[in-house]
C-alpha cells in the first residue's frame, strides 16, 4: 500500500468544521493545510508547479470545491498576482457559481440565484482567460472552462475549451468528465451525442469509466422520469450494453484520481442493479474516496 493510500482523510484538526475531501487525502499528504493556515503562499505555489495533472486536478478540487478554505483562499487572494492564483480563484469562483446556482431546474430559479451564477461564471471566465505558463496548467483551467461554457449553455465555446485541452493533455480526466456533462441530455446534447463521445475516446480505462458514466446517466433520466418503473427499463432498453460494460470494466488499481471515479461509477450501477455483493466487495475502496456524483443524482450521499 503506498503512503497516500494510508492518508486518505477528511482533514486534520488545523480546520476543525468537517467537510468531505475532495482531494482524498492529498491535500494532507502534501502538507498544503498547514501552508495556508502559515501563509507560505510560495511554497504552496511551488507544490502546484510540481503537480501532474490528475494531481492538480485533485488538489484544486480539495481546495476549492468546498468552504473549508474560505478564509484562507480569501487571504491568498489578497496577495501579488500570479498565475497559480489566477488558477485557484478561477475554480473557486466556478465552485461558487454552481453553488449559488444549485442543482435546480432552470426555470426555477430565482433572480438572485441567476445573477449570481452569471456573475461568477464571468468571473471564472476571466481568471481562466490567464495565459499559462506550462500545459499542465493552461489545459486545467480549459478543461474547467469546459463547465464555465456549460453553464451559460454554449456547446461550441465548451468544445473549443475541452479540444485546447486533450491537445496539450490527451488524457486528461477533468476535461473529459466536464465535456461527457456537456453531451448529456441534461445539458446540451442527447443519449446519441454522449455515446458518440464516449466510443470516440481511445485510452481503454478512460473509457472503461465514460461508459459507466454513460449507462449511470441514462438511468438517473429514467429514474426521474419513471421512478417505480427505472430499473426494468434500463435493463430492457440497454441490457447488452450493461452486460458488456460490467464484463469489459477492470478498476485501475492504486489511489488515481481515474481509479476513484471508476470504483465510484461501478459501485453506484451495482446498486442500481441491485447486486449486493459486488456493492459489498467495492465497498472498502470507496472510504474517504466517494465521489459528489453519481451518488447525488439519486439522494445516496
Given at each position: 500500500m503506498c503512503l497516500l493510500d494510508k492518508l486518505i482523510s477528511t482533514g486534520s484538526g488545523l480546520f476543525t468544521k468537517s467537510y468531505p475531501d475532495y482531494s482524498y487525502g492529498l491535500i494532507r499528504h502534501l502538507g498544503i493545510e498547514n501552508m495556508l493556515q502559515a501563509g507560505q503562499w510560495a511554497a504552496f505555489e511551488n507544490i502546484i508547479y510540481s503537480l501532474n495533472s490528475e494531481d492538480l486536478t485533485r488538489l484544486l478540487d480539495g481546495i476549492c470545491l468546498t468552504d473549508r478554505y474560505e478564509r484562507a483562499l480569501k487571504n491568498y487572494f489578497s496577495t501579488e498576482k500570479s498565475e497559480v492564483k489566477q488558477l485557484i480563484s478561477g475554480a473557486h469562483n466556478l465552485y461558487l457559481a454552481w453553488k449559488l446556482r444549485g442543482a435546480n431546474v432552470g426555470n426555477s430559479l430565482t433572480g438572485k440565484q441567476v445573477d449570481g451564477f452569471i456573475f461568477y461564471l464571468e468571473k471564472s471566465s476571466q481568471d481562466f482567460s490567464y495565459d499559462?505558463?506550462?500545459?499542465?496548467?493552461?489545459?486545467?483551467?480549459?478543461?474547467?472552462?469546459?463547465?464555465?461554457?456549460?453553464?451559460?449553455?454554449?456547446?461550441?465555446?465548451?468544445?473549443?475549451?475541452?479540444?485546447?485541452?486533450?491537445?496539450?493533455?490527451?488524457?486528461?480526466?477533468?476535461?473529459?468528465?466536464n465535456y461527457f456533462k456537456v453531451t448529456s441530455p441534461k445539458w446540451l446534447g442527447n443519449l446519441e451525442i454522449m455515446a458518440s463521445f464516449v466510443n470516440q475516446v481511445v485510452d481503454a480505462e478512460l473509457k472503461n469509466l465514460l461508459q459507466l458514466m454513460y449507462l449511470v446517466e441514462v438511468y438517473s433520466d429514467l429514474?426521474?422520469?419513471?421512478?417505480?418503473?427505472?430499473?426494468?427499463?434500463?435493463?430492457?432498453?440497454?441490457?447488452?450494453?450493461?452486460?458488456?460494460?460490467?464484463?469489459?470494466?477492470?478498476?485501475?488499481?492504486?489511489?488515481?484520481?481515474?481509479?476513484?471515479?471508476?470504483?465510484?461509477?461501478?459501485?453506484?450501477?451495482?446498486?442500481?442493479?441491485?447486486?449486493?455483493?459486488?456493492?459489498?466487495?467495492?465497498?472498502?475502496?470507496?472510504?474517504?474516496?466517494?465521489?459528489?456524483?453519481p451518488w447525488a443524482y439519486f439522494g445516496w450521499v
Open positions: 499559462f505558463s506550462s500545459p499542465i496548467l493552461e489545459a486545467e483551467s480549459c478543461a474547467r472552462l469546459v463547465r464555465v461554457y456549460m453553464g451559460f449553455s454554449d456547446t461550441e465555446a465548451a468544445q473549443s475549451a475541452y479540444s485546447t485541452a486533450i491537445q496539450l493533455i490527451p488524457n486528461h480526466l477533468l476535461a473529459h468528465l429514474f426521474y422520469s419513471f421512478s417505480l418503473t427505472a430499473n426494468s427499463k434500463f435493463q430492457k432498453l440497454h441490457g447488452q450494453l450493461i452486460k458488456e460494460a460490467l464484463a469489459a470494466n477492470t478498476v485501475p488499481s492504486g489511489n488515481s484520481l481515474l481509479a476513484i471515479y471508476t470504483c465510484n461509477y461501478l459501485a453506484c450501477l451495482y446498486q442500481i442493479l441491485g447486486f449486493r455483493k459486488e456493492v459489498s466487495a467495492i465497498k472498502p475502496r470507496l472510504k474517504g474516496r466517494r465521489t459528489i456524483y
